[in-house]
């Protein structure tokens, strides 16, 4: 990624491309600080469903506060559209959601009113047409808007890649101009013969890199857009294209490669990989490695005790993937390193709610002010800051960790530009 030379002697270096690595980058870049990448891979943004949301969907209020920078950088990513008070989309679970923003693929069915909404029979697993049609149309609020479901038959798009590749796979096929074309073709046959619709809902298959969506709508004449899938879909992949293809366009590199150890030497940071005996060295550096969903927290049950009792050590089954001084908290309280032996029994301590509906692995994150980074006196890491999940003290939410990412790559910035 990226054509710069790299000399292990960076200003600003960023420990994740995750949503909130990147934003970091972007807000980092925003002020003039060209920032390095490292990471393995593109960690738990990749399983996101393609709403982006400020906190739990049916649990947190919707919110449109979203400042200039978080905006620009979900308009650098092109991908999503943010309209909260706008935005309803039909999920594969039965069930119709609000998000604070959606994924341009997925149908908004907030735009639509009093009409029929098409929803085609294909031979395929995970998707029953009459089952989501029926649960879709009783949801209240599409009985409000006069929203009806209707399942028809679309037997020409029935293939073995539909009955038996994955959304992805389907997706990627699309992006090609040829199986575009047949695809739609087939599809405003089958629209046709049926008659009676003005839009028509999909699965998680309207292309990767391309707005298939958009394209099959002004081929066919008819509005077309996706159903919003579960964790691992084709919108994942969406994302990690956006993001490749922003940081490419930047000339921001990225090295892949695993954090091993985090350290302070004469005021700058060493990030030590496992590929190259040689640090990186930077001024200021951005954690933002994910939690245990991204790799970058490690889970570790403890084991039960004899007689069932249970150990008297303060250590958490957790720790970070990578060494490093940053701490671990748990409700505030400082936590202990991996005990597999000695540990806290997740079964019974770590599952249980707080006062608030959060589970306890969702409020493991790291010691800080905002996104400035703690050490265990609570003084100042100076020049390391902390982004994503490990910024939160509840279930990361998309918006929620853009919002930390940029905190973070805008605060790390100006480190640098004031102790240049």
Known sequence: MGTRTVNHHEDVIILGDGAAGVAAAHASLRLGVRPLLISLGNGATTLYSGCLDHGVWNLHPRSSSLDERQKEFIDAIDIWCVDPEKTRVATLAGVVRTADAADRALLNLASHKNETILVPRIDRPNWDADFLARSWSEDLWCREQGLRFESFD???????????????????????PEGRTKFGEHLSAEVQRHGGGKSVLLGPWLGIDTPVASILTNHIGIQIGEACAGLGSTAGARWEHAANRWLTQQRITRIQDRVQRLEQVDGDWNVHVSQSKRPYQAKAVVVATGGIAGGGIILTSGEPQEGNEQSFSPAHPFSLSYRGP????????????????????????????DDHGVWWMDRINVLRDGVQVLDASNNPLAGLFVAGELALKRPAASLASIATGVEAGTAAARYVLTNA
């Open 154 to 176: 679309a037997s020409s798009l029935d293939d073995d890649r539909m009955r038996f590749g994955s959304d992805t796979e389907i997706a990627f096929h699309l992006d090609s």
């Open 326 to 353: 940053l701490v671990l908290t748990v409700d505030g309280r400082i936590s202990e390193t991996v005990a597999s032996l000695h540990g806290f029994n997740l079964e019974r301590l770590a599952w249980p709610r």
